[in-house]
């Protein structure tokens, strides 16, 4: 089966800052990777997502890569605030049908962002 | 807009006895669901999913068993808890054909067997 493996698992950074989180994937018919941010005691939120047929795509001060040749994708965020402070994960799936909700998770990552 | 409850948010429960949370999605049709447990410190385990009614795919052995009686509503279940079974659980819907673009999570049950 696929495996998710994602680093670090901690990351603390300046308010301003930017923080890169990456993720390796093992399954090569995997072919859409969401990231979802999990704040305390709630459930996990998607944030961005990307499929197969593209290699970066951008939502405002987050982006995603994906390198398909590699099997490893990032999440990048720029001008971090202290509200972007949560755990971060990152995930892969064959995206189609029933098959998209089974995801795969990496073990997720602290992100601190100190003011 | 679509949504998805579960409940309840907080349970704890002695070894050995029973357990059933609930998962019910509102404002879509034939969604696919599913159940992941996150144990501490770690990410999210498919657990259980349904493309229908009655019918359910295990992923991984375990000690609980899911069951999906109406369209939109999702049961996990367990006729004896096991200490091992503590852990936040969650449960997922994605949609149908096109609308079958992300999965949304709910908000989680946290669960301890003491």
């Known amino acids: 089966g696929e495996n998710v493996e994602q680093h670090p698992s901690t990351l603390s950074v300046q308010e301003g800052d930017s923080a890169v989180i990456k993720c390796t994937y093992s399954d090569s018919a995997s072919n859409y990777f969401p990231w979802y941010k999990q704040e305390l005691g709630k459930g996990p939120q998607l944030i961005i997502d990307?499929?197969?047929?593209?290699g970066e795509k951008k939502d405002q001060r987050i982006a995603v890569t994906l390198n398909k040749t590699a099997k490893h994708f990032s999440l990048h965020i720029t001008e971090t605030q202290p509200e972007d402070s949560a755990v971060y994960f990152c995930a892969a799936s064959i995206g189609r049908g029933s098959t998209l909700g089974r995801l795969y998770f990496g073990r997720g990552t602290q992100l601190t962002v100190w003011p | 807009s679509q949504t998805i409850h579960q409940w309840p948010a907080t349970l704890v429960q002695p070894v050995g006895s029973p357990l059933s949370l609930e998962c019910t999605v509102e404002?879509?049709?034939?969604?696919?669901l599913y159940w992941y447990r996150q144990a501490a410190g770690r990410g999210l385990q498919l657990l259980f999913y349904?493309?229908?009614?009655?019918?359910i795919s295990s992923e991984v052995p375990q000690n609980l068993s899911a069951s999906r009686p109406q369209d939109r509503q999702f049961i996990l279940s367990s006729k004896k808890l096991l200490l091992s079974d503590s852990g936040f659980y969650l449960c997922?819907?994605?949609?149908?054909?096109?609308?079958?673009?992300?999965?949304?999570f709910g908000q989680g049950t946290r669960l301890t067997v003491v």
């Open positions: 990307i499929r197969s047929n593209v």
């Open positions: 404002g879509t049709s034939n969604p696919n």
């Open positions: 349904s493309v229908g009614i009655g019918q």
């Open positions: 997922a819907w994605s949609g149908f054909g096109r609308s079958n673009t992300e999965a949304f």
